[in-house]
């Protein structure tokens, strides 16, 4: 790991357990940029059929692609240091797993807001995100079977296992 990627002092150490609605601290950004977000996952939800219909009708991508169901990864971020963040920055990257230990496909955008009122995925941060202490809502888009639920989310600042995990 380069050393302006390593995670600021504070943050939560890798290989951390935590339940739904306890918060890890996490590195976000490179460089001088790097900056101290909570980052609280407080649970998953399956999503409808109608859910499904709005995510197809939004990207493109997903189409007509079988995708099983889809899930809401839903969080809470805090600005823990009072960095100003601007329109780029969506969240963190989480990753669900389901009951048998599989993966579960996570959906990322870039710049493509979903109109869902359930799970604001790609929203800019409000203003108040970029003071100390600001607060704002994130939700992360994942697929698996009904036969095989999202029971946990990881996060991961490198490539490879989840670093934090929430169950």
């Excluded at 101290?36 to 059929?49: D, F, I, Q, W």
């Excluded at 995925?121 to 079977?145: K, L, N, W, Y």
């Amino acid at each position: 790991m380069a050393a302006d990627s390593k995670p600021l002092p504070g943050s939560t150490l890798p290989g951390t357990k935590l339940k739904f609605g306890q918060e890890a601290v996490i590195t976000v950004g490179v460089g001088p940029g790097r900056s101290l977000v909570g980052l609280t996952v407080t649970g998953v939800e399956r999503g409808t059929a109608e859910d499904l219909e709005v995510v197809r009708a939004s990207v493109p991508t997903v189409g007509d692609r079988p995708v099983g169901s889809l899930y809401f990864v839903k969080a809470v971020l805090e600005n823990k240091d009072g960095r100003h963040f601007d329109s780029s920055y969506s969240g963190p990257l989480l990753r669900g797993t389901t009951e048998s230990g599989e993966d579960a496909a996570a959906l990322r955008l870039a710049f493509i807001e979903i109109g869902l009122l359930n799970c604001p995925m790609g929203a800019p941060p409000p203003p108040e995100f970029s003071t100390r202490g600001g607060r704002r809502d994130h939700c992360q888009i994942v697929f698996s079977s009904p036969a095989n639920p999202v029971t946990s989310v990881g996060f991961q600042a490198e490539s490879g296992k989840p670093d934090i995990t929430w169950e």
